[in-house]
C-alpha cells in the first residue's frame, strides 16, 4: 500500500524531496504553505488532548469514592506519566523549584507542541490525497490541501527558537536585572571586578556570550529542522526504490524483492522516527530550560557555595 501510493503521489518521478519540503496551498496565491496549516492543526490538537487530559486527571468527586483519585483513559495516563518524569526527573534537577514551578507551564507547552508536529509529519496526509484524487476520483491532477511535517520548515522552527529567545532574555533581566545582564556577557562578577590585567580578556568574552544569546536558539531551532528533514527523506526514499524500479522496467519478481525489503526498512525507520519525534521535542525543551536556568541568581549562588566563599550575608555573620 506504502508503494502503491508513492508511486501515485510520485507520477513516476523519484524526488523524495517532493513529500518533505514545504510547499503552497493550491487558491491561495502563495500566501499559505502547507506548514502553516499543520501549525494549526499541531495547536488544535495538542490543545484538545491537553484539556481532555487535565479532565481526567482532575480529582473527581467524592461519590466516586476511592476512583476519584485514579486518573481515566490511556492518553491521560501517558500524558500524566510524562509530565510527572519530565517535571521530577528532568526539570526539578537543572532549573530549581521556584524556576520549575514558573516556567513549567511554558516547558511542557512546548515540548507537547513540537511532538504533536513531528508525530502528525509521520502520517502521510498528501500521500493520501493523491491516492484519493487521483486513484479512487480519477482526477487527472490531484488537489493537495495539507500535509507533511511543520517542524520540517525553518521557518516554523525558527519561530519557535525565537519564542524561546525572547523568555530567555525576559528571564535573565528579570532576575539579574539590566546591569547583572551585562555582567553575565562580560564573564561574570570574577572577571569583572578582578585584578585589572583581566578586563583585557572582558571584550573578547563580551563578544563571545553576546553572539551566544543567538547561536544558542538558532542551533535549537536548525537541530529540530535538520533531524524532521533528514528522517523523512530516509523514509520517503527508502518507500520510492519499489516504484523506481517499476518505471525502470524491472521485472515484477526484482520489484517485489526490492519492495520487500525497502518496506521493512522503512518501517523500521519509522520506528526510529517515532523516537526522534519524542527526542527532539524534549532536546528543545530540555535545553530552553538549561539555558533558562543558566540565568539566574540560583546558579551562581551554588557555584559560590561549592567554592566556599561569597555566602549570604547572614550567614557569614553567624560564622564570625
Known sequence: MH??????????EFNPLGHVLDQH??????????????????AVLALWALASAAKRIAIGPE????????????LAQLIE?????LRDEMLLPVMGERLTKRYLSYLLSLFFFILVLNLLGLIPFMD??????RGVLGHGEATILFGGTATASLAVTGALAVISFVVIQIHSIRELGVGGWLEHLC?????????KALWLVVPIVFVVEFLGLFI????????????????????????????????????????????????????LIGVLEVFVAFLQAFIFMFLTAVFISTMSHEEHEHEHDDHGHDHHPQEAAAHH
Open 128 to 133: 493520501l490525497q493523491h491516492l484519493i484524487t
Open 3 to 12: 508503494e502503491l501510493i508513492t508511486l501515485l503521489a510520485s507520477g513516476g
Open 216 to 267: 544558542k536558539p538558532a542551533a535549537l531551532a536548525i537541530r529540530l529542522f535538520a533531524n524532521m528533514v533528514g528522517g523523512h527523506t530516509l523514509m520517503a526514499t527508502l518507500l520510492m526504490f519499489g516504484a523506481l524500479a517499476l518505471t525502470k522496467g524491472m521485472g515484477l519478481f526484482a520489484v517485489g524483492g526490492i519492495t520487500l525489503a525497502s518496506s521493512i526498512f522503512a518501517i
Open 25 to 42: 496551498v493550491p487558491g491561495t496565491n502563495g500566501s499559505v504553505k502547507f506548514s502553516l496549516v499543520m501549525v494549526c492543526l499541531g
Open 187 to 195: 564573564g561574570g562578577p570574577d572577571l569583572v571586578r578582578g585584578p
Open 63 to 74: 461519590s466516586e469514592g476511592t476512583e476519584r483519585w485514579v486518573t481515566r483513559g490511556r
Open 81 to 85: 506519566s510524562i509530565v510527572l518524569y
